[in-house]
């Protein structure tokens, strides 16, 4: 009878084990948010200027922002629950946030980032790591990995992080999603927590090109200019050899699409090593003994090496005090980090701005004011837990892929490229310092033209049965409405484009492609695809509609109530065409 009450002793608690387990699991599952925000919060923007002023130009987009932006009335976390109990909650709002929020922007929240921004896995003791949208298995990547979550998985349409070893690109690449991180000194970092002074910058995340290069014009105060092709596109081979991913996969979809948009004219390739190793004789010239007898390291590890020790120099100058006071609890992965004494004298600091400066001057050289360099981001995401996470090994790794930016302060944006074995692919695309604007218009065509490698890549083999070039072209229009759906506009663009190449004859194409312009603000364009479809088709109240607002934009407000009048011609019922009508004749008749 004893032992009978045993047993059942021990199934109970067996069972309440089992509970107590699956309960876990369960929580962790449905995570509403994925883990991303640390808190919810709203800034909302100002109301919109009367015409004939433009609107605000992030109207209607939503972000968030990592734990180390201040915002006035809360706390920065920091990553790290001991920096939020010994701080006191921000009395003013950083300045890259109001300018976000003055542009028409809606802040939402505030996301998680890797514990005190030093980490590159997106692993936080402190709090769950946030769950990778585009591969729940792998880690999302840090410092900003609850950013970069946020946008995948679609809370927000864009999202500010810090980078200053890849904590933007990083978790873009890991979450396969578009990562910019602009020029050194570009953007303002006031009230924002330093990681690394001189290596340190704003970075943001969106999924959609034009979403990001919209972000970018305000961030960077750029006024209007012309966009411009590239005329230099250089693949770093090495660099590609440094990823599991087939290299050989990578570059033919890279020079296909570079091919079909500007030729093989200026396309060339280089081992950037060698290069670095001519043109950065600091590098070679910098202490080895302090790089753990690495004395024969590549460029690009040597690069990856004096990365890592000039943001833990500078980390611990920023932040040692605070720690010998508050005594936190630091992730092992991340107290491993930081130096017990500063190691690194006046005289490396300055090799380090030496190698800092010849190496900008080197990618400058290279690239000059028209010119791309295309690398891997970064290597596949890690396994959730993974021991290689914990190992300086998998940091230096990162860094390799990562630091060029970060020394030669030159900026790069990130771009998802398909996925393998189920993880995503990411490529990125650099240009010389303070070349930002260039790179993000340069992005718009080749994130679209690279879009349809994969695509093409991932599509089943054709059957036999012949397909016309009519159904084709509603095939592409349908890829193009969804990509509309999911916000993704210049995908929808390059759907659209694809359906007017196979039938040039439908209005609907020209229309909606004209829909997508008007949401990436390409408003020229946007009138040009509406007067094609009014040719074609002169009872499309859609396509008056949208030339109408187009001229609107553009200034054009006679032309727009001109296009307004004649959809209600059309459709007297219509309540957009009338309201905006009436609009347009209180401040223009």
């Known amino acids: ?100 929020v003055d542009g028409g922007a809606t802040c939402v929240g505030k996301t998680v980032v890797d514990d005190m921004a030093l980490g590159v896995s997106g692993e936080n ?43 933007v690109r990083v978790p873009a690449g890991y979450c396969g999603i578009l990562g910019f991180r602009p020029s050194y000194g570009t953007v303002s970092l006031s009230g924002v927590v330093p990681v690394s002074g001189s290596l340190d910058t704003v970075g943001w995340f969106a999924k959609d090109p034009s979403v990001l290069r919209r972000v970018g014009h305000v961030l960077l105060q750029l006024p209007y200019a012309a966009p411009r092709n590239p005329r230099n596109i250089v693949i770093a081979d090495d660099f590609f050899q440094l990823s599991k991913v087939s290299a050989e996969r990578i570059t033919q979809a890279v020079t296909k699409s570079i091919e079909k948009l500007y030729g093989r004219q200026g396309l060339k390739h280089e081992k ?33 090496n004096v990365m890592q020790m000039l943001k833990r120099h500078e980390f611990r100058q920023n932040h040692i005090e605070w720690i010998n006071s508050a005594k936190p609890t630091l992730d092992p992965v991340i107290s491993a980090q930081i130096p017990e ?3 690194l004298i006046e005289s490396d600091i300055e090799q380090c701005n030496a190698i800092r400066t010849e190496l900008r001057s080197a990618i400058n050289a290279l690239l000059k004011d028209d010119g791309v360099l295309v690398v891997p981001t970064c290597d596949l995401p890690p396994k959730c837990g993974a021991k290689e996470i914990a190992s300086e090994e998998f940091v230096i790794q990162t860094s390799c892929f990562t630091s060029l930016a970060s020394m030669s302060g030159c900026c790069q944006v990130a771009l998802p490229l398909g996925v393998h074995e189920k993880c995503p692919i990411s490529l990125s695309l650099l240009a010389r310092h303070g070349g930002d604007r260039f790179l993000l218009d340069t992005l718009q065509p080749i994130y679209a033209s690279l879009q349809e490698q994969v695509d093409t890549a991932e599509k089943p083999k054709p ?31 390059g759907f659209y ?71 209600l011609v059309l459709e007297p019922n219509n309540k957009r065409a009338a309201q905006t009508l009436d609009r347009l004749k209180k401040y223009f008749l």
């Open 125 to 167: 003791m402190h709090y769950e790591a946030p769950t990778n949208p585009a591969s729940p298995a792998r880690m999302p990547g840090g410092a900003s990995s609850g950013a970069a979550v946020a946008v995948a998985a679609k809370f927000t349409d864009f999202s500010l992080g810090i980078d200053t070893d890849g904590g």
């Open 463 to 493: 059957s036999s049965k012949v397909v016309t070039p009519e159904t084709s072209a509603e095939m592409a229009k349908e890829k193009g409405n969804q990509a509309f759906k999911d916000k993704q506009w210049q995908r929808a663009v």
């Open 272 to 304: 950037l090593s060698d290069y670095i190793s001519l043109k950065v004789p600091s590098l070679n010239a910098f202490n080895v003994k302090q790089l753990n007898g690495e004395g024969r390291a590549s460029p690009i590890r040597l690069l990856a």
């Open 341 to 343: 004494v500063l190691d």
């Open 497 to 567: 484009t694809e359906a007017i190449k196979l039938n040039g004859s439908n209005a609907t194409y020209y229309s909606n492609r004209a829909a997508a312009y008007l949401e990436m603000g390409s408003f020229l364009q946007a009138e040009t695809d509406c007067t094609q479809a009014i040719d074609l088709d002169k009872k499309s109240v859609k396509a008056y509609l949208r030339r109408g607002t187009s001229r609107e934009m553009l200034g054009f407000y006679k032309d727009a109530m001109e296009d307004f009048r004649y959809a």
């Open 1 to 100: 009878m004893a032992s009978s009450s045993a047993n059942l002793w021990v199934l109970l608690g067996l069972g309440i084990a089992g509970i107590l387990f699956m309960t876990k699991k369960l929580k962790r599952a449905v995570k509403a948010d994925f883990g991303a925000f640390m808190e919810r919060l709203q800034l909302l923007p100002p109301p919109q200027p009367a015409p004939p002023k433009a609107p605000h130009p992030l109207t209607g987009l939503s972000f968030a922002v990592s734990d180390v932006f201040n915002i006035e009335g809360h706390v920065t976390g920091f990553g790290n629950p001991d920096w939020s109990m010994t701080h006191e909650a921000a009395t003013r709002t950083c300045p890259v946030v109001a300018l976000l």
